[in-house]
């Protein structure tokens, strides 16, 4: 697991592609979720997670969030109820993973048209920019079978050697990928500021064959001291 940044997202274009990535990245979730329960949501209910998401967002990339939802919004609503009409299952390759969608939704000759011509649009935000949440790309290099992507805690594990999202009965978040694709794992932490207290929660990501046993697979610790 490595975090990449490139180099051409800097500035308001790179935040407005980063926006726009992280948009993506939360809708698949929820589309995800509402093609398993057969539901459909319109826009105006997807436009009012979006602005949900922007009041939710760390106050010094709020702003932004907002500037995107406002500049975007209603063709991005839009374009999520038809990715949940005309997709068929959730392994539909337009909605089977967040990059999938962040390219329907982010790519330069796409929907909106906010992210430069380069695959690593997708997969970090803006170099300098200021992070309420960690982007760490994962690829998946096996040639068969996918894996889970897991965010845990070491202090959170059972005597088992379970993490809370490996249980049956959680609700957390797991990221599932495909042999030969890479992933963006938004984690639930932002990078480190100055003046931050000590963070005594000992992050790591657990990478195991998709389906393994509950604490198999290897854990990735993942350091939020320096950005990359």
């Not at 929820?30 to 998401?53: G, K, V, Y």
């Not at 939710?56 to 995107?68: G, L, Q």
């Not at 965010?151 to 088992?160: A, H, K, M, P, T």
Request: negative net charge.
């Amino acid at each position: 697991a490595e975090i990449k940044v490139d180099k051409k997202l800097e500035g308001e274009y790179g935040l407005r592609c980063s926006e726009c990535v992280l948009t993506a990245h939360h809708a698949q979730y929820t589309i995800q979720d509402l093609i398993r329960r057969d539901e459909q949501w319109d826009s105006a209910q997807w436009l009012d997670q979006m602005h949900a998401f922007c009041e939710r967002r760390h106050p010094d990339e709020r702003s932004m969030c907002f500037v995107f939802a406002r500049q975007h919004g209603d063709i991005v609503a839009r374009e999520l109820v038809e990715l949940v009409e005309d997709a068929d299952g959730t392994e539909d390759s337009t909605i089977a993973t967040p990059d999938a969608v962040a390219k329907a939704l982010c790519a330069h000759d796409g929907l909106t048209g906010v992210c430069p011509k380069n695959a690593h649009a997708f997969r970090a935000k803006a170099a300098g920019t200021s992070n309420s949440e960690t982007q760490i790309a994962v690829r998946n290099a096996r040639k068969v079978g996918p894996i889970e992507v897991h965010e845990i805690d070491i202090n959170l594990v059972d005597r088992e050697g379970c993490a809370p999202s490996e249980l049956d009965d959680s609700d957390q978040l797991v990221y599932v990928v495909r042999p030969g694709e890479e992933a963006l794992v938004v984690t639930t932490k932002r990078q480190p500021k100055a003046g931050d207290a000590p963070d005594l929660a000992q992050t790591y990501l657990r990478i195991k064959p998709q389906f393994a046993p509950c604490g198999d697979g290897t854990d990735y610790y993942v350091d939020r001291s320096r950005r990359f």
